[in-house]
């Protein structure tokens, strides 16, 4: 007969073997969390990165710069060498093309190789991304260049009077309202547009020249008979001002012209960049991809009109 009330259990096995299962599931835990820091940030050791070369895709219009240049300051921050930036863009706004362009460059002063691979279209803010890395490879039919700046303004005047809509529009100065799609553009409002125009302009040129300077040296010391270094900027800005009116390039027509570095296609661009960080054997190609957010985002800015438009004035570096 049983003992009432009964007599307690002994528990102490199970607390041990909880513990251990606690103790094995946080060490386990750690373990991952290492290998995940290691392979992220490059940390030293077995996992460091050293033969890797990281990939960044650059796909559809660009809009926005905040993820691509998220992930090219982590790898100028881990001990990787090599970014490999895969272009397949038509270019877009202005502001998002410089700041890629910009976070390259620091990269590069990062003592890290970066190489542009153009896959079929790799146009105006695309080519300005690409001009700022060591090199450029680019598949014989990829349609490149496009150097040049747009701005577009819907007029809808005519429709508004038809069906007897009308703006009154009280502003502060004169060019206020400038690109309103509710009237026609004025003369004095289309010159100071276009001043803007060729400013943005000149700053795309200079970035191509500064980016892309030995490679012209070296380009028009050929075709000038001079040394490489005597070549001025002046006599560069000279020579691509006239393939830089906005027309489309082909790769092989930029390779011939020097605004691209080699024809090849991805895989050439694989092996150039390992061989530039000195990597030994086949390289292992990791895809730093963007955040979901983005992807989502990106998707659907080429479809609005608005998402574009929203600000009455955007200046693009896009191919049309």
Same mark, same amino acid.
């Given at each position: ?24 599931? $946080? ?115 990829? $349609? ?118 080699? $024809? ?57």
């Amino acid at each position: 007969m049983s003992e009432f009330p009964p007599k307690p259990k002994n528990h102490n096995v199970l607390y041990v073997l909880i513990g251990l299962g606690v103790f094995f599931v $946080l060490t386990l835990g750690f373990v991952f969390y290492s290998i995940q820091k290691a392979f992220s940030h490059g940390n030293p050791g077995i996992f460091s990165g050293d033969d890797e070369i990281t990939l960044i895709d650059v796909k559809g219009p660009i809009y926005e710069s905040d993820d691509v240049v998220r992930r090219i300051k982590k790898f100028k921050k881990s001990d990787k060498k090599a970014l490999l930036i895969r272009l397949d863009s038509p270019g877009g706004a202005v502001a998002p093309s410089q700041e890629i362009y910009s976070e390259i460059l620091r990269a590069r002063e990062n003592n890290k190789i970066v190489v542009a691979s153009m896959s079929s279209l790799a146009a105006s803010g695309a080519y300005y991304i690409a001009s700022a890395c060591d090199r450029i490879v680019a598949n014989p039919g990829t $349609l490149t260049g496009s150097i040049g700046v747009i701005a577009e303004f819907p007029d809808a005047s005519t429709l508004l009077k038809k069906v007897g809509l009308h703006f009154e529009t009280i502003k502060s100065g004169a060019f206020k309202d400038t690109g309103s799609f509710s009237r026609p553009m004025n003369p004095q409002e289309r010159e100071y547009l276009q001043e803007t125009i060729n400013e943005v302009y000149g700053q795309f040129l200079k970035s191509v020249v500064d980016g892309r300077k030995k490679a012209f040296q070296e380009k028009l010391a050929k075709i000038l008979g001079k040394k490489a270094s005597s070549i001025t900027e002046n006599e560069i800005f000279s020579y691509i001002k006239p393939w830089a009116d906005g027309r489309v390039l082909t790769g092989e027509k930029a390779f011939h012209l020097g605004f691209v570095d080699q $024809l090849g296609n991805y895989e050439d661009a694989v092996k150039l960049t390992a061989q530039l960080a000195g990597i030994k054997g086949e390289p292992v190609v990791r895809t730093d991809a963007p955040s979901k957010l983005d992807q989502w985002v990106n998707s659907l800015l080429p479809f609005s009109f608005f998402s574009r438009n929203s600000t009455g004035f955007q200046l693009e570096y896009r191919f049309y």
